[in-house]
Every structure is written in structure tokens, then in C-alpha cells.
Nanobody, 125 residues
Framework: VQLQASGGGLVTAGGSLRLSCAAS????????LGWFRQAPGKEREFVAA????????YYGDSVKGRFTISRDNAKKMVYLQMNNLAPEDTAVYYC???????????????????WGKGTLVTVSS
């Protein structure tokens, strides 16, 4: 599967952005999907993940209650709605995927196999 993230940009603190990730290839509905981010000089950080059906989600502690991950299997899309953004959310955001056949989301969320190019989110204070 190939992934392409979009929707990044510049936003002031307290604002919102919605990231999108378009997938191509076969078997999208069998994949667990995730969003990760990497800020300058920092390690990549887990943001959110969603299972193949959309019925299970996980979030990193720093974004719980502010970010929402969702997916549309018919459109082969995954989204990240980001609300109440803060300067510390500034990073390049990546979408990722892993085949979830026979596995639970928690088994694949830290072992994503496919990665898209990132989209930059900048939050000004």
C-alpha cells in the first residue's frame, strides 16, 4: 500500500487542522493505520492508530482529548482531526499502515510497515 499525507500548514495556538492520508493499492480495509509525528531534534512519536474496521482507536497521551483519528475504507482514506493545537504539536506528521489480518491493533501499531511522506504542521503561539 502507498500512502500520501496532506493538510498540514500554519495555524495559531488553539486552532484546528484536519490531516488526510490517501492510500492506494489493494487490501486497504485489512490494514491498521496510524499517525506519527517528528519534531525537529526529537524522536518520532506515536500520535494515534485505528484498526481495520474503525472500531478501535489508540492515542498518545499528549494528544488524548484533542485529536481524533478516523478512516473511510470506501475512499481509502484516513484522517486526523486536530483541535486545540499548541506550539508543541509542531512537527512533520506521517501516516502509516500495517496489515492487521489475524492481529489486534495493539500488535501492529508499533510495527507499521508502510509509511507516507510527511506533512508539516506548524503551530504559532
Amino acid at each position: 500500500v502507498q500512502l500520501q499525507a496532506s493538510g498540514g500548514g500554519l495555524v495559531t495556538a488553539g486552532g484546528s487542522l484536519r490531516l488526510s492520508c490517501a492510500a492506494s493499492g489493494r487490501g486497504f480495509s485489512f490494514y491498521g493505520l496510524g499517525w506519527f509525528r517528528q519534531a525537529p531534534g526529537k524522536e518520532r512519536e506515536f500520535v494515534a492508530a485505528i484498526n481495520f474496521s474503525g472500531g478501535t482507536t489508540y492515542y498518545g497521551d499528549s494528544v488524548k482529548g484533542r485529536f481524533t483519528i478516523s478512516r473511510d475504507n470506501a475512499k481509502k482514506m484516513v484522517y486526523l482531526q486536530m483541535n486545540n493545537l499548541a506550539p508543541e504539536d509542531t512537527a512533520v506528521y506521517y501516516c502509516a499502515a500495517a496489515n492487521q489480518e489475524g492481529k489486534r491493533l495493539y500488535e501492529v501499531k508499533d510495527d507499521m510497515k508502510y509509511w507516507g511522506k510527511g506533512t508539516l504542521v506548524t503551530v504559532s503561539s
